[in-house]
């Protein structure tokens, strides 16, 4: 009887430590291809990505960057907030606007546009 309790302990305790941990978005950062941008001197055109870069639990950044998703930032640092109901993601910006886009998997999240377009950010590693 006490060692099937004993067994019954240990499997208890294994079980609840291979329970997945809950998804969290904090320290990652997420982009995506932006636009052709440029142009204006000597046919300098670059790539712009967006990136999304989440700071806490609710808040996140959205930067403009340069050539690549890790290039100079171009323009103003964005700072919105943002709720995660995995999969879905909500990120409402200062106008009002709530954005709500759908994980495929955890390294990859779409917003979808009334026009049909999508834009997919994978995640910076």
Do not use: H, Q
């Not at 302990?9 to 969290?24: A, I, Q, R």
């Amino acid at each position: 009887m006490v060692i099937s309790a004993i067994l019954l302990g240990v499997v208890s305790c294994k079980k609840e430590e291979e329970k997945e941990k809950p998804f969290s978005l904090v320290g990652k950062s997420y982009s995506a291809y932006a636009y052709r941008g440029g142009g204006f001197f000597n046919d300098d055109y670059y790539d712009v990505y967006r990136v999304y870069r989440f700071v806490s639990e609710t808040e996140v950044e959205k930067t403009a960057r340069k050539s690549n998703p890790k290039g100079g930032i171009i323009g103003d640092i964005d700072n919105y907030t943002y709720t995660l109901d995995y999969p879905t993601i909500t990120i409402k910006y200062d106008n009002g606007v709530k954005r709500e886009g759908k994980f495929i998997d955890k390294k990859n999240f779409r917003f979808e546009y009334k026009d049909g377009s999508v834009d997919e950010y994978t995640l910076l590693e």
